[in-house]
C-alpha cells in the first residue's frame, strides 16, 4: 500500500522569474492565513479536553472547598459578634465582613439562612436590594431596546430578565429579517433595468465559474481514486478514506482540501501548481477568500462556546496557548485563599487573636480604599 502524505499548497516563482505576480502572491498569502487558521483550530481540538479534565479534576473540588470555608466563616464572624470584650468598631467590622461575604455567597447559591444573617448585618433586605438593582437592569434594557420588557418579569431573577429581553431581541431580529425579506422580493419583483440586467448575468457568470473551477479539481481528484476499481482490499481502504475526504471538502466548497489531495495523489506536482493560470488564480482566490471569512466566523463560534461552558466573560481573552495555563493560575490563586481561610478560622480561639485579626482587616480596608481615591 502506498503511503500518502499531506503536502503544502504554495507557488513558487518560475526560473526565469524574478518574483510572483499580484495573484500569485494572493494566492500564497490566503493559502498562508487558512493553513494558520486551521492550525488554530486544531489547538482548540488538543487543548478543550485538557483544559476540561483540569477544570473538572482540580479547579472545581477547591471551588467547592473554598466556598464550604467562606459558609463556614460567615457564620464563625455572627457567631463571634456577640461575643463579649469586642468594641463597636469590632463589631462594624464583623458587621462589613459578613454583608460582603455572604452576600457574594448568596449570589452563587441561594440560602435562606445567609440571607437571615445578610439582611441582620447590612441593615436592609437581600431579596429588596436585588428587585431594586433589576428593576434599574430592566428600565436600561428597554431604553437599549426600545421596547417593554412586561411587568410579569420575576424580579429576583436575573436568569428571567435576560431570557426575557434576549426573546425580545430575537423577536426584533426576526422582524427587521422579515422586513428585509420582503424589501428584498418587492425589489426583485420589479423590472429591472438593461444595467441590472447586466449585472446580474455577470454575477451569476461569476458564481457558475467559481462553482465550476471547484467542480473540475474534485472531477480530477474522484477520476484518480475510483475506490469501486480497485481491487486489492487494503488500497481499497485507503482509496476510499480520502475518497470521503474529497467528499467532504467539495461539498464545502474547500479549494484548498481538494488541491492538497490532488498534490498528496501526486495527480499534480509543483510545476502544475505554478503554472495555474491567472484567469483560473482570480477565481481560485475569490474561493480561498470566502474559505478564509468562513474559518474566521467558525473560530468565533468555538471561543464563543468555550466561553459560555466556563463562564469566561466575553472582555476576556482565550486562546489555546493561554487558557490552561491561565487556569493554572486560577488553581494556585484558589489553593491560597483556601490556606488563608483555613488561617483566619483560627483566629475566633481566643477573643484577643480575633480582635487583632479585626484590627489587621480594618487596616487593609484602609489601604485598599485609599488606594482607590482618584489622586
Known sequence: MTRTTRRSVSIAPAHNKASLSKGQKAFNTLIRQIEKRRHYLGAWEVVGPVFQKKYTDEFLPLEKICTDLRIKLVYRLEQAFDQKGLTKSDRRTISELITGLAGDLIEEQDDAQLKAIYNRHSRSDFDSETAAELEDMKSMLEAMLGAE??????????????????????????REAAENQAREERRANRKKSAKQLAAQARQEAEQAQLSQSIR???RKVASVLHPDREPDPQ????????????????????????????????????????????????????????QLGELDQEILHVEARFRHAYGIPPFIDVSPETVVRNLTGDIAGIQQSVRDLKQDLLVFEEIGTLKSWLKSVKRQHATLHFDEMPF
Not at 241 to 262: D, K
Open 149 to 174: 420588557l412586561g411587568d410579569d418579569i420575576d424580579l429576583n431573577s436575573p436568569d428571567d430578565l435576560l431570557q426575557r429581553a434576549h426573546a425580545k431581541i430575537e423577536e426584533q431580529q426576526a
Open 216 to 218: 473540475e479539481v474534485y
Open 235 to 290: 488500497e481499497r481502504q485507503r482509496k476510499t478514506a480520502l475518497m470521503q475526504r474529497a467528499n467532504q471538502a467539495y461539498g464545502n466548497n474547500n479549494l484548498l482540501q481538494l488541491l492538497e489531495l490532488q498534490l498528496e495523489l501526486e495527480h499534480i506536482d509543483q510545476s502544475a501548481i505554478n503554472n495555474i493560470s491567472e484567469d483560473r488564480l482570480k477565481q481560485y482566490n475569490v474561493i480561498l477568500k470566502e
